[in-house]
């Protein structure tokens, strides 16, 4: 799991890594406790069907790219 290092991340790695990392993740994301639960990052690294030119994206020109 990819985590981004909190306090809470670099203990649990150094003195306990069988603990509950999820236990209180509502308290992570909803109240933006840092040191409620493991923030987890990464997880839309596999919604990126083709890589595009920045070029492209910044342009607005991409096949995905949204309109607002």
């Keep these: 799991m990819r985590v981004l290092r909190t306090g809470l ?4 790695v150094a003195h306990d890594p069988d603990a ?4 209180e993740v509502t308290d992570l994301y909803f109240d933006g406790d840092m040191e409620a639960s493991v923030a987890n990052t990464g997880q839309v690294s596999s919604r990126i069907a083709d890589p595009l030119p920045v070029s492209e994206i910044a342009g607005g020109r991409g096949s995905r790219s949204r309109k607002h």
Excluded at 9 to 12: E, G, N, P, V
């Design 9 to 12: 991340a670099s203990r649990l």
């Design 20 to 23: 509950l990392l999820l236990y």
